[in-house]
């Protein structure tokens, strides 16, 4: 199975490296072509994956087309490919945050298998969690494109009307994340810990409790009850923290999240 990336930057090069990691696809199965050669040249050699000379390219040596462009790049790329497609007419797995099913088939202008697929950076630690909706063109080749998706953490089917939703609680997530990591990390700073020590700390705390509350059957208030000792510290911190807060800074950055998206 030979998957092609139109877009070779951090979300493509996420997903290869979780390909590569899970031993889904060979390396030399792996076709890159992206905006500058200077940036995709070398990174497919170095992954031992191949270097296409142009969009068009990718369509002709691939199985299956990842579309991994910035949204306004779409359009114009699919347009560029689009006799490519013609000619084969490859099963398309887009990337695009805000592009609905209805929008990528009006971009290419024909009839092709279209899987909508919402990833996070996660995937390079086969630690992602991807949502994907597909036409139905795309339904014979859907549990394989499933099966793939799953070997780079979990994945979900999702209603389009709750793409956006879910771009903001894992697709950018994980930079909401990494600003509580730095904020608990700076905080063990100020109390006399080094930068590293800190961050290291705070960093596997945070994966252990995403561990606890994806595990458990509990809900994360429940577990935060059993952190938090009558009278002890952790209570005292959480009220600190609500007063701060805490809670609506968070809603007010997935509105912010989601208002971008539906843009
Ligand atoms: N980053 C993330 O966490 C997530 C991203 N996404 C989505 O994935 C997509 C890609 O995002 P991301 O990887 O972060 O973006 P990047 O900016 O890191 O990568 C974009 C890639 O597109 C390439 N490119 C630009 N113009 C063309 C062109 N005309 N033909 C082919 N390739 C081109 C760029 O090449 P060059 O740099 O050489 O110009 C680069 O390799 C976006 O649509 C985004 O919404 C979805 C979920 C999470
Ligand atoms: O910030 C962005 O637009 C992309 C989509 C989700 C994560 N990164």
Do not use: C
């Not at 998957?3 to 951090?10: E, K, L």
């Not at 560029?80 to 099913?101: F, N």
């Not at 007063?243 to 809603?251: K, S």
């Amino acid at each position: 199975m030979k998957i092609g990336f139109i877009g070779a930057g951090n979300m493509a090069r996420a997903i290869i490296a979780g390909l590569l990691k899970a031993k889904a696809v060979a390396p030399a199965d792996i076709i890159v072509h992206g905006g500058h050669a200077a940036n995709y040249q070398p990174y497919a050699e170095r992954i031992g994956a191949t270097a296409a000379a142009s969009n068009a390219a990718v369509v002709e040596q691939a199985d299956w087309v990842v579309l991994a462009v910035a949204p306004p790049v779409g359009k114009p790329v699919l347009r560029e490919v689009h006799e490519a497609l013609a000619k084969h007419p490859r099963p398309l797995l887009s990337l695009l945050t805000g592009v609905d099913l209805k929008t990528l088939a009006a971009w290419a202008d024909q009839p092709l298998p279209l899987v909508r697929v919402m990833p996070n950076l996660n995937v390079a630690l086969n630690a992602g969690m991807t949502a994907y909706a597909a036409n139905a063109a795309a339904q014979p080749v859907l549990p394989a494109v499933v099966a793939l998706l799953n070997t780079l953490g979990e994945s979900m089917a999702l209603p389009e009307a709750d793409f956006s939703t879910f771009v903001a609680l894992a697709g950018s997530s994980p930079a909401f994340v990494y600003m509580f990591i730095d904020a608990l990390s700076r905080a063990g700073v100020k109390y006399g810990l080094t930068k590293q020590v800190a961050t290291k700390i705070a960093a596997q705390a945070v994966m252990g409790s995403g561990l606890m509350a994806a595990q458990s059957t509990e809900s994360p208030m429940d577990l935060a009850d059993q952190v938090a000792s009558p009278g002890g510290t952790t209570v005292a911190g959480m009220l600190a923290m609500a007063a701060a807060g805490f809670m609506p800074a968070v809603v007010a950055g997935v509105d912010a999240t989601i208002a971008k998206d539906r843009e």
